[in-house]
């Protein structure tokens, strides 16, 4: 059974219809990857070290670990589907008051710890939900800060990120929450270095 492609180039004659094929053929692969890039998945390159050492930023830069940045793949499509849930690591358009809080902006990366609603605290560089104590096995315990704070109450629809390197990271604690519509999709692959491949 002749499949639609072949339908309509049964009259051209060859090399011609193979050249044609090949031609359709590539176009929609690269459709295909555009639709599947806009809707579902895009790579970011992981920036800073504010996620040091669950992903790696690239030295030089001040407090990178590994000598290539981590790039990963985010899931644009998941949370049309459901809510972002606390532990994700996740990118995000950061809110404008980053520009003046970090002197940075664009794209960023970091781990959600506050859901709407929520009550985020600090004591001591742990980290509290509504005064229960948050465990968090992915902070290394060099990189967690002294601080001892209580932030506002989470609003609705926005969420509280921090990075897992809690003394070199410019987050939700100096700038405020991400509101969801914010929220690009969380980090489901590393693929990049090849010897990091795998979930973050």
């Known amino acids: 059974m ?5 339908r309509l180039t049964s009259r051209v004659p060859e090399p011609w219809r ?4 090949w031609t359709l053929s590539i176009i929609v692969a690269v459709v295909v990857v555009l ?14 070290a504010s996620m040091e050492p669950t ?13 290539r940045s981590d790039r990963v793949v985010a899931n644009r499509f998941i949370y049309r589907f459901r809510d972002p849930k606390r532990g994700e690591i996740v990118v995000f358009d950061a809110p404008a008051a980053t520009a003046q809080a970090c002197n940075e902006s664009g794209t960023f990366v970091k781990r959600i710890i506050g859901l709407p609603g929520e009550v985020v605290s600090e004591r001591n560089g742990f980290v509290y939900i509504g005064g229960r104590k948050l465990a968090e096995p992915y902070v290394a315990p060099s990189l967690r800060d002294d601080r001892t704070a209580e932030w506002p109450r989470v609003p609705p629809e926005s969420y509280f990120v921090m990075g897992d390197n809690r003394i070199h990271s ?5 700038w405020g929450t991400v509101p969801r519509e914010n929220l690009i999709g969380p980090v489901f692959l590393t693929y990049w270095p090849l010897n990091r491949l795998g979930s973050p």
């Open 2 to 6: 002749k499949n639609p492609l072949d």
């Open 35 to 48: 639709a599947v890039k806009v809707e579902v998945a895009n790579p970011y390159r992981v920036p800073s």
């Open 170 to 174: 410019c987050d939700s604690r100096v």
């Open 18 to 21: 193979s050249v044609l094929d």
């Open 55 to 67: 992903l790696h930023c690239a030295r030089p830069a001040a407090n990178c670990l590994a000598g």
